[in-house]
């Protein structure tokens, strides 16, 4: 079956530290990835995707992800957290269908 | 920038209630989504429309319809409203189709409470 996971609920990082937010897929084909970020009380802001090509894309706020073929990855991650990066983090992928399969969520909290 | 608005954000219905969620775009975007949001399974999409009049089936339509009369508008439509229906409501549009790795934009959510 089509399915993206977030294997974590909650991460947890100083302000100032890097960040790693996890996801992998289990698709056919040649996917694409999406990462969305909400913040309390609003819809999904588009961050990056990967569609083809270099394997690292770069999006916005400078966040940053890596897409893995081997392993079936594409971490969100960003060099410097800030506070006002905490938010909720969705991996999404397209598999071979026109729809996105979403993940269930990583809630981020970066810490003073 | 794009806009995705959405008629309310906090609605409180009563079962058995007929519950009208209206979305609209202000970018000419050719298709519009319909998920819902529950904590802990992510998003799952409704239903979906690529044109005016045409409507696509998603993951979960069950207890659900939609309608598309005009290009900037999909309304999501409860036809008696179960409290299995509380959730959060989040419309979305794009340009192209996810198959060309257009990403959607989204409203700001509603949040349907069934009592």
């Known amino acids: 079956a089509q399915s993206v996971a977030q294997p974590e609920d909650q991460v947890n990082v100083a302000e100032g530290n890097p960040l790693t937010v996890k996801c992998t897929y289990s698709v056919s084909g040649n996917p694409y990835l999406f990462w969305y970020v909400q913040y309390p009380n609003r819809g999904l802001q588009f961050l990056l995707k990967y569609i083809t090509g270099d394997n690292l894309v770069k999006g916005s706020y400078g966040f940053e992800a890596e897409f893995n073929k081997s392993q079936t990855s594409f971490h969100l991650k960003k060099p410097s957290a800030l506070v006002s990066d905490s938010a909720l983090y969705f991996c999404a992928v397209r598999p071979f269908t026109d729809k996105l399969i979403f993940g269930t969520g990583t809630r981020l909290q970066v810490f003073p | 920038d794009v806009k995705v608005t959405q008629s309310s954000r906090y609605l409180v219905k009563r079962t058995g209630e007929k519950v009208f969620l209206e979305c609209v775009q202000d970018?000419?975007?050719?298709?519009m989504f319909w998920y819902r949001q529950d904590p802990g399974l992510g998003l799952r999409l409704i239903y979906f429309?690529?044109?005016?009049?045409?409507?696509e089936k998603g993951d979960i339509p069950e207890g659900y319809s939609v309608s598309r009369e005009k290009k900037e508008r999909f309304s999501l439509i409860l036809e008696s409203a179960s409290t299995n229906q509380t959730s959060m409501y989040l419309c979305?549009?794009?340009?192209?189709?996810?198959?060309?790795?257009?990403?959607?934009?989204f409203g700001p959510g509603t949040r349907l409470t069934v009592t």
């Open positions: 429309s690529y044109d005016v009049k045409m409507k």
């Open positions: 979305a549009s794009s340009w192209g189709r996810v198959a060309e790795g257009y990403e959607q934009y």
């Open positions: 970018m000419d975007h050719e298709n």
